[in-house]
C-alpha cells in the first residue's frame, strides 16, 4: 500500500527534537467512501521554536498533549492545551500553534464518515469556560487510544478497518465528556477508586456498594445518571483497558492475562474482548505489537 516510511518523510517544521515515527497512508477509495481514515500520525517532542500556520488544508486535526503545552489560535480565539488535554481542529480554517515550553504529544489528520459531523457537535457545544468547544480539558483516558493508533499506523497502517474504529471510539469517547457537565458524586468516585484498585480481584455489587457508603440501587442509578452505565459494565472496562496494557507491555499469555484481570477463564476474556473491540486477544496484540498470542516475538 502506499506509505512513506519516516527515513523518506521530511519534516519541515523548525524545533522538533524527537520524531517518533512520520506515518502517512493513502486510504483506498473503500475507507474514503465508507470509513474513518488517517492520512498522517506521528508523536512529537519539540522545543519552544515549534510554530505551525496553515489553512485551507482538506483535513481534520485532532492532538493529544502528553507533557507540556500547546498555545493555540483558532476561530478569533487564543487557548493553551495542556497536559492530558485533547484538541480537534479543521484545517480548512486558520490555524496557529506552538509550543509554550518542551512538549510531547501525538498528532494525526483524519477525514471520512462522520467526520465533519462530530466537529460540527463539539464545535457547537462550546462546553469549556473558555468558550472553545473544540478544546477538551482532562482526558488522560484518552491517551492509550492515542497510543493503539499510533502503534497501528506505524506497523499495520492498511488496518483501516481497525484504524476507523480507533476514530471513531475517541471522537465517541470525546462526545461522552461533553455531556458530563457535572463532577461526579462522592459514591461514585469512592467506586470508581475501589475499582481502579481492586479490578484484579471478584468484586461484587455488595462490596462497591460498602465502598460507596449507599445502597446497591442507589449507587446503580448514579452510575447510570452520571456516566451512563452500570457499575458492572464500567469495571468490565477497567479490566479490558489493564489487559490491554498487559497485552502490550508484557510476554504473558492470554490465560495468564486472563486471570490477572479478574476474568477467571481464558474462553471469557476472550468473548468480552471480542464483544467490545472486534478481534481477539491474540488479534489485537498481533496487529499492534507484533507478538503472538502466547507473547512471542513474530
Avoid at 8 to 33: L, W, Y
Avoid at 257 to 283: E, H
Wanted: net charge neutral; proline share 2%.
Amino acid at each position: 500500500m502506499n506509505r512513506v516510511t519516516p527515513d523518506e518523510f521530511i519534516v519541515k517544521e523548525s524545533g522538533i527534537r524527537i520524531v517518533d515515527g512520520v506515518h502517512v497512508h493513502m486510504p483506498t477509495d473503500f475507507a474514503r467512501e465508507n470509513l474513518f481514515y488517517v492520512r498522517m500520525e506521528s508523536r512529537y517532542r519539540c522545543d519552544t521554536t515549534y510554530q505551525v500556520v496553515r489553512s485551507n488544508l482538506d483535513s481534520f486535526l485532532m492532538f493529544y498533549i502528553k507533557s507540556g503545552a500547546l498555545a493555540f489560535t483558532y476561530e478569533g480565539k487564543e487557548f493553551e492545551a495542556v497536559t492530558g488535554d485533547v484538541v480537534l481542529i479543521n484545517c480548512r480554517k486558520k490555524h496557529q500553534y506552538r509550543a509554550v515550553r518542551e512538549t510531547e504529544f501525538y498528532w494525526f489528520h483524519f477525514h471520512g464518515m462522520a467526520s465533519q459531523a462530530y466537529y460540527d457537535r463539539f464545535e457547537n457545544g462550546s462546553r469549556n469556560a473558555d468558550g472553545c468547544g473544540i478544546h477538551f480539558k482532562g482526558c488522560t483516558h484518552l491517551e492509550d487510544q492515542f497510543s493503539l493508533l499510533h502503534n497501528l499506523m506505524k506497523n499495520h497502517p492498511d488496518e483501516e478497518g481497525q484504524i476507523s474504529v480507533l476514530v471513531h471510539r475517541m471522537l465517541s469517547m470525546l462526545d461522552s465528556s461533553e455531556k458530563q457537565e457535572v463532577p461526579l458524586s462522592e459514591p461514585v468516585r469512592a467506586a470508581l477508586a475501589y475499582m481502579d484498585e481492586k479490578y484484579n480481584r471478584k468484586i461484587d455489587m455488595s462490596q462497591l456498594a460498602d465502598a460507596a457508603s449507599v445502597s446497591k440501587s442507589h449507587l446503580t442509578r448514579l452510575f447510570n445518571r452520571e456516566l451512563g452505565t452500570t457499575p458492572y459494565l464500567y469495571l468490565m472496562r477497567v479490566r479490558l483497558n489493564q489487559s490491554m496494557r498487559l497485552l502490550l507491555s508484557t510476554g504473558r499469555s492470554v490465560e495468564e492475562i486472563a486471570a490477572d484481570c479478574a476474568f477467571y477463564s481464558a474462553a471469557n476474556y476472550i468473548r468480552c474482548f471480542r464483544q467490545n473491540t472486534g478481534m481477539t486477544p491474540g488479534k489485537f496484540r498481533q496487529l499492534v505489537s507484533g507478538m503472538d498470542s502466547i507473547g512471542k516475538i513474530i
